[in-house]
C-alpha cells in the first residue's frame, strides 16, 4: 500500500501545475496583446464654399516647361476624373481652352470674336467684352508675353488673365455659371549632383546583419512640378481662391523614368490638396492604444 500512496503523492503536484498553466493560458488568450491599434479618420474642411454651385469646368492652365509632356491637357484631364469620383458638383465636358493664346491675344489687343472660346454641350462661347460697349474685353496690355515658358519668372505676366473678371464672366454664362477651375502649370526637367546618406546593409563573420548610413556622391535627374490652383466665380468672374504647390522627385541618373510617368506620380500627391479645397476630405490613419 506504501508504494502505490507514494505514487499518488508525486502524481499530484504535477496535475495541479497543468491546471494552472491551462488556467494561464486561457486567461492570456482571452486578454489579447498589450497593445491594439484603432482606425482613425480625421475630417479636414473645405477651403471654400461651393454650395452656390452645380456645376464646375475645369477650363485650362497656362502650362510651361518640358515638351515631353503636354501639362495643360494632362492637368485638365486627371483633374475632371477626380472631380467625378470625389465631389458633389457635375463636371462639364468641354473643349480644353489653350490660355497662352489667350493671353497673347489679349495682349494684342485683338478685336474679341468667337474663335478662342471654349466649346462644349452645344455652345461656344465668345471672348467677353466688358461694360464700356465698344466690344472690345479687358485686355493685358503693355506685358511682354515670353513666347516659351521655361520657369516662373515666364509665367508671371500671364497670371494678369486671371484678373480680367470680364472674359471669366462671360465663360461663365455660357456654362450656366460654374465654378471655374484654372491656374498655371510649370512641369520642368530637374538635375542635380551631390552627397547623400543611404543605409547600406552589411553582415559580419557570425551572420548579423547591421544597417549603417552611408554618404556617397550622386548625380541625379528628376522633375519639378509647380502647379497654381485658381478657383474662379463664374457668376462674377472674380478670383475667389488660388493656391500654389511644389513637389520634387529625383532618380539615380543612370533610371530612365518617363516624364508622363514622374508628373502623374507627382500631381498624385497633390491631387488631395486639391480636393480639399471643394469639399470636406477625410484623413485615414490609426492610433496605437495601451491596455
Known amino acids: ?63 510651361g516647361g518640358t515638351d515631353d509632356v503636354d501639362a495643360n491637357q494632362e492637368t485638365v484631364r486627371l483633374l475632371r476624373s477626380q472631380l467625378r469620383t470625389k465631389s ?29 472660346g471654349p466649346r462644349g454641350e452645344g455652345s461656344a462661347p465668345p471672348r467677353p467684352a466688358n461694360g464700356n460697349g465698344n466690344g472690345v474685353g479687358e485686355r493685358i496690355q503693355g506685358v511682354s508675353l515670353p513666347s516659351n515658358i521655361k520657369d516662373e519668372k515666364d509665367l508671371e505676366p500671364y497670371e494678369r488673365l486671371f484678373a480680367n473678371t470680364a472674359y471669366w464672366k ?10 471655374i477651375v484654372t491656374g498655371t502649370v510649370l512641369f520642368t526637367n530637374r538635375s542635380t549632383s551631390g552627397f547623400v546618406q543611404r543605409d547600406q546593409e552589411t553582415f559580419d563573420s557570425l551572420g548579423r546583419r547591421r544597417v549603417m548610413p552611408m554618404r556617397t556622391y ?63 476630405q477625410k484623413i485615414r490613419g490609426t492610433r496605437v492604444l495601451l491596455k
Do not use: W
Request: net charge negative; aromatic share 10%; with cysteine.
Open 88 to 116: 458633389s458638383l457635375k463636371v462639364i465636358d468641354a473643349d480644353i481652352l489653350p490660355l497662352i493664346e489667350v493671353a497673347r491675344d489679349q495682349s494684342q489687343q485683338a478685336p474679341a470674336d468667337d474663335s478662342n
Open 1 to 63: 500500500m506504501i508504494g502505490p500512496h507514494r505514487k499518488t503523492s508525486r502524481a499530484l503536484p504535477r496535475f495541479v501545475l497543468a491546471c494552472i498553466a491551462a488556467t494561464l493560458a486561457a486567461l492570456v488568450a482571452a486578454c489579447g496583446t498589450d497593445y491594439f491599434e484603432i482606425p482613425i479618420e480625421t475630417p479636414i474642411q473645405p477651403k471654400l464654399d461651393v454650395s452656390p454651385f452645380q456645376r464646375v469646368l475645369v477650363i485650362g492652365f497656362v502650362a
Open 170 to 179: 462671360r465663360i461663365g454664362e455660357e456654362f450656366q455659371n460654374p465654378l
Open 218 to 280: 550622386m548625380e541625379r535627374k528628376g522633375f519639378i512640378l509647380r502647379p497654381k490652383f485658381v478657383f474662379i466665380d463664374g457668376r462674377t468672374g472674380a478670383t475667389m481662391y488660388s493656391e500654389s504647390y511644389r513637389e520634387e522627385i529625383l532618380y539615380n541618373a543612370q533610371q530612365n523614368t518617363p516624364a508622363l510617368s514622374s508628373y502623374f506620380e507627382l500631381m498624385d500627391r497633390l491631387v488631395p490638396n486639391f480636393l480639399s479645397a471643394l469639399s470636406s
